[in-house]
Nanobody
Framework: VQLQASGGGLVQAGGSLRLSCAAS????????MGWFRQAPGKEREFVAG????????YYADSVKGRFTISRDDAKNTVELQMNSLKSDDTAVYYC?????????????????WGQGTLVTVSS
């Protein structure tokens, strides 16, 4: 499966962005999907995840209440709505797919990764 993340850009603090992850080559409907991010000089960290069917959704504490993950299996896409953005949210955001589990926030559980989209939040 190939994953293509898009929607990044430059936004002022307090603003919003919506990231999208489109898949080709395989349906996403049976996968857990996750969004991760990596800021300069830092480890890649989990942001949000959603299980197949959407019954499990999990958010990092740093984004809880501000970000919302959703999926549209008919369109083979997953999205991340990001509101009330802060400068600390500046990072390259990656989408990832896990076909072997039921929901995980661990990077090692995800088998397929998109190329990343840059989000820059100016203060």
């Amino acid at each position: 499966v190939q994953l293509q993340a898009s929607g990044g850009g430059l936004v002022q603090a307090g603003g919003s962005l919506r990231l999208s992850c489109a898949a080709s080559g395989r349906t996403l409907s049976r996968s857990t999907m996750g969004w991760f991010r990596q800021a300069p000089g830092k480890e890649r960290e989990f942001v949000a995840g959603i299980s197949s069917g959407g019954g499990w959704r999990y958010y990092a504490d740093s984004v809880k209440g501000r970000f919302t993950i959703s999926r549209d299996d008919a369109k083979n896409t997953v999205e991340l709505q990001m509101n009330s953005l802060k400068s600390d949210d500046t990072a390259v955001y990656y989408c990832a797919a896990d076909y072997s589990g039921i929901g995980s926030r661990y990077r090692s559980d995800y088998e397929y990764w998109g190329q990343g989209t840059l989000v820059t939040v100016s203060s």
